[in-house]
């Protein structure tokens, strides 16, 4: 996970994006509970202490599934029509803050500064990905094309449109379907 120690480059549009798609894929193991998820959320610029409940979990893990459906989005008109639902829904007026002068300015989406761990993950992941699909006029994030693996990622920068969540998850595949291929064509193989 990135560290992001720079106080202004944490709240980047980038950085919410990425922190989203981190949260969301954290959230994805059953397994993961407090202790995780507060790793998450520190290691992506959230100031100490971070008290995550079990409670707090179970909400993010409800909020963290319609994200990952605007990441699945096949195109910017489904992203953004899902989007357009999650921010009727789930978001307040947009408004700045810099939690008294503990941060620099940034939006925020969510009712107040002391929202529930769910409601500002959904908000402000909601934010991220909106502004990510109006920059890009494309769809924010993608699934990993491994079927081992069902990550989701930030689809962001230039060049070719990425596939895999990681350059594990690529090489895997690209070693898979190198030894398929080879099975396929050697001699005495039916």
């Given at each position: 996970m990135p560290v992001l120690p720079d106080r202004s480059t944490r709240h980047s549009t980038v950085a919410m994006a990425l922190r989203t798609a981190a949260l969301v894929n954290a959230l994805?193991?059953?397994?993961?509970g407090p202790e995780e998820i507060?790793?998450?959320l520190l290691a992506h610029g959230?100031?100490?202490?971070?008290a995550v409940t079990p409670e707090d979990v179970t909400a993010m893990r409800g909020a963290a599934a319609p994200l990952r459906e605007v990441c699945a989005a096949a195109s910017a008109d489904e992203a953004a029509a899902l989007?357009?639902?999650?921010?009727?829904a789930h978001t307040g007026p947009l408004r700045l803050t810099a939690h008294g002068?503990?941060?620099?300015?940034?939006?925020?989406?969510d009712a107040d500064d002391d929202?529930?761990?769910?409601?500002?993950?959904?908000?402000?992941g909601c934010l991220a990905l909106t502004v990510l699909l109006w920059e890009r006029q494309a769809p924010p994030g993608r699934t990993c094309a491994s079927a081992s693996c069902g990550n989701v990622f930030v689809a962001h920068g230039s060049?070719?449109?990425?596939?895999?969540?990681?350059r594990r998850c690529a090489t895997r595949e690209r070693v898979a379907a190198h030894r398929r291929a080879r099975?396929?064509?050697a001699p005495g193989v039916d």
């Open positions: 994805a193991d059953p397994a993961a507060a790793a998450v959230e100031p100490a202490p971070v989007l357009n639902i999650l921010l009727a002068g503990t941060a620099p300015w940034h939006p925020h989406a929202a529930p761990w769910a409601a500002w993950f959904l908000a402000s060049g070719p449109e990425r596939r895999y969540c990681s099975t396929a064509t």
